[in-house]
């Protein structure tokens, strides 16, 4: 399937950075009404094209890595406002899923969305904001802390891969950046020489306000004086690019997102291999174009892995599924849908997983948040799980389930709710062990523990013919809620 | 040795929970709170941690009032710089508060509030010649000097290694065997977790913190099928898992649960409802519309006193809160359209407000003088402003203190010498002279003078905060 069928086109376009009268956008006569900030400013219209991406569209491993390239690069609603800006974001992302991490991190950093969420539009050389500067180090490439090639801390502790000047450094590189051309205000834009607020395109190069100075980069790289904001740039993308941590660093964090949270150092090591080789191959196929930080190779190298496979995976093995993957794991497995807007700030919220709108850029949770209780494993997943969402992670059930989820709601354009549906597992309600075999296998791709099987069937038949009149329709829903229930669903190996 | 530790924890909170239906009868709100003084141990005491996420600007939160001293921040924060006349000054200090805290002006007119300077994650006390000595390796070096994520854990962890798992409030909780881990009302945040257990989360007033299908109603406690249901559930949890992330997650369950049995009621109950404390409502009127506390901070502290007030139900002679609010990462925009108002503005109001109601409320309970509220934060923020009206990541900052047992109308510590490139700024050459100022005063022993009131011997202070013992015979600041 091509890009196209997934691409975002929900929310509307640009005239919010084309308003030429001093009136606010939404109070502007031909804009206003109930829906003008949701469908012009926020990030809820994604959340309609991400949950139905996620449970309808074929090309599922697209989503999978976009998301979570969505939470390491990551942006927000919270601090950027903007439905089109937002949606060129994460298109970004997705057209860029198989390609290269460097044109991840090229268009990004050229992104007027981050540019405004971290400061680096209009970053004047004068006294150039740090913001970007700094986490393009610490989030999106090399970290804080001296990695070997497996992943793991050089020496076994923290040695730190910069300090404030480099920080500095970095952030003078890439001044001289202003938003594309088209945005228009009624007062004028500043500071002289930009371009007005606008998110339809990268940003462009303004000089004036780009330093002039030699700034020493990362790997022996160095910025010459008097270079030019794009010869810049790519100076600095190489720098991070060629670091020894950016292949470990970022391709363990692909793993934890989509196969483990705490992968071997060999598996990372593989990884990272395929990360710097540009090429992986397996089972006679190769995968990736050969260049240093292809999306291709590495996401291959993540996913047909030996420790990715294999019917026995190690005690260590698995991740918590996070709120956003347990709700479409679910909807998937019991033939759902959703059109996201239940998912957004409903259970989005409650679960503290909103898509589009993380606290911050340090995303939903970390990727070294301590599993509670263990002297060694992390759990990013975790960093969001509690007494108060283990709960509501079976009130999602429940809402599925017993409550007949989210019909189709006025005002949402194509909307159809948030549904599963159960019918088609009445065929083997009369058989409790088939049914709950069934369910299990599409939730954890097994049968269930002996233990936990005998209990959920021993539930399942406590309806009969005698307790309702519905009986197969409540032992579907009595299998599916204790099977989805179970840790073998909610923590995935 | 995970797996034994957990089953510890959970056993020692399924006891309580146990007993909670023996004597007081669970579930029902009329019995868990009652009327007049609350049931308590007469040695009651709580600690409230607020963390500013972010990095909170502390120079624009407590500014010097002095001429001298006044003109140095001026001449720097230029139009960040807030007009003398606007602060709220802090009696014969030398001090004044950002206008936005002027909710605190009268709990610093009780002498029940503390500001204390320039506080930050130091290994021991460290001059400015021992800090440029060091190589970036040394434990004189605090790990990540500046970045969120790695100050945000040595704040909450009291340590100056970023690689530490456990938060200083959760060891703390293990060290004096508190009846409850932490318990948060602001999210998993690292302060509360213990080599044991996680912080227990608690959701706001209103909130259901309990699973439907466990539900008490009669309709399901008569229905076979539906108690066969809650009996799966309940009996999924309590099998060994073949997966460690599975088995923690069955055991989180499993303690869900039993704080859910426990708690659900009392958590639920809003302003003005059945259950609710007058002294508590009435205190935080001011931030009380249509029934509800007001979003953020207001409603976490509110949330806390009342989980404070009913200490018969939550039990336990000592319990250590946690609350949170975010946003203070100014880089831009820090100020709006004058330096009064705008997004720090905002935030300090915020704090400043749900923070006199707490106290108020308290008060009201007679229980000031046992209850400790405190801020901590990522980081100061650089004392030079940037190109986008806002200020960039520091280190040493400054934080407020709160309760009845505060020696109030003083202020703690030393603040900043206000001279870039100066005796505590990090910077010597010209690149680097924004004002990042290195701490007079540790972490360590901030969180010990809290800890050492809360009732933590010496000992126990060298266990919860293993660097305490750098600062001699300082180990705490004198602010209780």
Redo the contacts between chains.
Sequence with gaps: MGISASRYTAGNGDAIHKNTSNTFFCDLPAYAGANCWRDWFSSQPMTWDFYRNATQNADQLRQRVAFALQQIVVVNNLDVEGTYGLRNYHNTLLDNAFTNYRQVLKKVTLSPVMGDF??NA???K??????YA?ELL?LFSIG??ELNADGS?KGG????TY???T??NYAYAMTGWTYPAGGTTAYGCWPTGANCQYYGGDMVPVTRYHDTSVRPLLGGVSKPANSTPATALELVLDSVMQHPNTAPFIGKQLIQHLVS?NPSPAYVQRVAAAFIAGSYSAEGRTFGAGTRGDLAATVAAVLLDAEARGDT?A??????REPTLMFTGVLRALNGRSDGEALAWWWGEVL?QHVFRP??V?NFY?PD???????T?V?PQ??????????ER??FL?YLL?WGGSTAEAGVPGAFGTTVNTVPFEADAADAAKLVDRLSVLATGAAL?S??RT??I??VE??NAS??STWQS?RVK?AA??VF????F??Q? | MKARAMTMNRRHWLKLAGLMGATAGAGTIGNLLLPGAPARAADYKALVCIFLYGGNDGLNTVVPTDATRYGQYSAVRKTLALPQASLVGLGSSGYGLHPSLAALAPVWAEGRLAPVFNVGPLFQPTTKAQFRAAPESSDLVPDNLFSHSDQQVLWESGSTDALTRTGWGGRAAQALATANPVISVGGNGRFGLSALSAPLVLPEPGATFGAYELGTDSWRTSYAPLVARAAALRGIYSEAQDNDLAEVYAGMQRDAFAMSDRLAALIKVKPGQAGSVAAIDNAFAPLIANGDVADGLPRQLYQIAKLIAGNATVQGNRQIFFAQLGGFDTHANQIGGSVLVGNHANLLKEVGDSLACFHNAMKAMALADAVTAFTQSDFGRTFTPNNSSGTDHAWGNQHLVVGGAVKGGLTYGTYPTLALGGPDDVGVDSWELQGRWIPTSSVDQYAATLLSWFGATDAQLDTVLPNLRNFGSARTLGFL
């Design positions: 971290l400061n209009n970053n004047d004068a006294a150039p904001n740090e913001n700094r610490q804080t802390c801390l502790t923290c040695s730190p300090n404030n000047e920080v500095r949270s995976p005690r260590r093995a698995g991740k918590l503290r606290p911050s340090f970390p948040y301590p599993v509670p209780g263990s002297a494993m759990g975790f960093g969001i799980h509690n007494a108060n969402s283990a709960l079976l009130n429940t017993y523990p233990t936990t209990r959920i021993t539930a406590a309806f307790s309702s409540e009595q809620y204790l229930a179970t840790p073998a909610q923590v190996r």
